[in-house]
């Protein structure tokens, strides 16, 4: 079993900066990719999927989507088996629910609980 733990996000204004970190405990992998998702509310209050915010294997290769490049930055402590994403000029876009994920080469995902990120304009 695998547990993942969630920090951080809350409440900024436009512009400004939120950290959040995920530390996973249990029995994990030697290899395994940490990463940050999100999913958000369409103006219709329906949620819409979770989408790749960064992610972050083992060997510190990361992957980001476009429009968080430049802006957010994810690194990770293997010691500690967590991950950590530097949010910095955050926007009103940026608001959502961020989970952070857990997924091994032997196929095992896990989800963490959610951190809400609300931006202010």
């Known amino acids: 079993q695998v547990r993942l733990e969630e920090s951080g996000g809350g409440l900024v204004q436009a512009g400004g900066s939120l950290s959040l970190s995920c530390t996973a405990s249990?029995?994990?992998?030697?290899?395994?990719?940490l990463g940050w998702y999100r999913q958000s509310p369409t103006k219709e209050r329906v949620l819409v999927e979770r989408?790749?915010?960064?992610?972050?294997?083992?060997?510190?290769?990361?992957d980001y989507r476009d429009s968080v490049k430049g802006r957010f930055t994810i690194s990770r402590d293997n010691a500690k088996n967590t991950a950590y994403l530097q949010m910095n000029s955050l926007s009103p876009e940026d608001t959502a629910v961020y989970y952070c994920?857990?997924?091994?080469?032997?196929?095992?995902?896990?989800w963490g609980q959610g951190t809400p990120v609300t931006v202010s304009s």
């Open positions: 994920k857990y997924q091994d080469h032997g196929g095992l995902i896990h």
């Open positions: 989408e790749l915010v960064a992610v972050i294997t083992t060997d510190g290769i990361a």
């Open positions: 249990g029995r994990l992998f030697s290899d395994y990719v």
